[in-house]
């Protein structure tokens, strides 16, 4: 739906669709249409190694998508696969090099690492859980993250360091709500639940 694409404020997706055709070509079509109309492009480049051929195949496909993105969410697991780093500094450093203003790097229990184009970073702590299954951890913080960002209605360009960090501490927060319920979509919280989150 091109007209979708052409209108929405964010286009979020997951390198999934990039293991095999048609949702391959499908995926950066609908992300070159989607930044084309002034959307923010959002990527999470998620590994599962059964869906790829080799690991050479599946690098090279989840990079070359990384030019068209401005917000960037790896795992801490994955950020070597990615971009050859284990230092999540280096790691967000090398990703803005593809032209990302922001880079999402999130380490489970620890919290967050959010880094921004102009080399300014931040390590955002997480909150207390109970875990009891963490399917739909990340996505579930993108969402939260992702809600905030088109919340505020500014460009991403205008955030500073501490307002950033506010968005990111809202996704840490969905996340810890997430991680609490067996599954992913039925585990996401409502707004009074992350707040409360949050206040606590």
Same mark, same amino acid.
């Given at each position: ?11 979020? =997706?997951? &390198?999934?669709?990039? #293991?095999?055709?048609?949702?391959? #070509? ?13 959307? !923010? ?14 690991? /050479? ?7 070359? *998508? ?9 795992? +801490? /697991? ?7 780093? #284990? ?5 967000? /450093?090398?990703? #803005? ?5 922001? !880079?999402? *790097?999130?380490?489970? /229990? ?15 702590? @997480? ?10 951890? @990340?996505? &579930?913080?993108?969402? @939260? =993250? ?8 500014? $460009?991403? +360009? ?10 990111? $501490? =809202?996704?840490?927060?969905?996340? &810890?709500?997430?991680? +609490? ?11 009074? +639940? ?7």
């Amino acid at each position: 739906d091109r007209g979708l694409l052409e209108s929405c404020k964010i286009f979020h =997706f997951g &390198s999934l669709s990039l #293991t095999d055709e048609p949702s391959k #070509t499908a995926t950066k079509e609908a992300v070159k249409i989607a930044k084309a109309a002034g959307a !923010v492009i959002s990527y999470d480049p998620n590994y599962r190694a059964s869906l790829w051929d080799s690991q /050479e195949e599946a690098c090279k496909w989840m990079r070359s *998508i990384l030019e068209y993105a401005d917000i960037v969410k790896v795992s +801490e /697991e994955e950020i070597e696969l990615l971009t050859g780093y #284990t230092d999540v500094r280096k790691a967000a /450093e090398s990703i #803005t090099e593809y032209g990302a203003k922001i !880079v999402l *790097i999130t380490l489970g /229990e620890k919290g967050s690492f959010v880094y921004l184009q102009d080399q300014q970073e931040a390590y955002v702590s @997480g909150y207390s859980s109970k875990v009891v299954d963490t399917t739909g951890a @990340g996505d &579930s913080f993108m969402g @939260g =993250f992702l809600y905030k960002i088109c919340e505020s209605g500014k $460009r991403i +360009e205008e955030y500073s360091l501490q307002e950033m960090i506010e968005c990111v $501490r =809202f996704g840490n927060a969905v996340a &810890s709500l997430c991680v +609490e319920r067996e599954g992913a979509i039925p585990a996401m919280p409502v707004m009074e +639940e992350v707040i409360k989150r949050i206040n606590s």
